[in-house]
């Protein structure tokens, strides 16, 4: 097991129950693949350093998990496909 952490960016337009149920989401889709959660942080509405998809804010949130280094391609291929996370990064933890 490694720790990593993962900074995503939800759409700005999403409801409030919509925004909740897509951090429910990421946070299953890591457990599913054999990841352990550990800190999680909101950093709310922020301005993006430029425009993605035509928006220019977006929802912050950072969380720290820890989790087999074979499963994190898994869990990466699902993110690309969410059309509701603007973006992603996921780092290991030193």
Known sequence: MRDYEIVYVIRPDLSDEARTAKMERVHSLISENGGE???????????LAYEI???????????EFRMPPESVVAVEGRLNLDEELLRYQIIVRE
Do not use: A, M
């Open 53 to 63: 998809r035509h928006f220019t804010e977006g929802f912050y949130r950072l969380t």
């Open 37 to 47: 959660i550990g800190k999680v942080e909101d950093w709310g509405k922020r301005v």
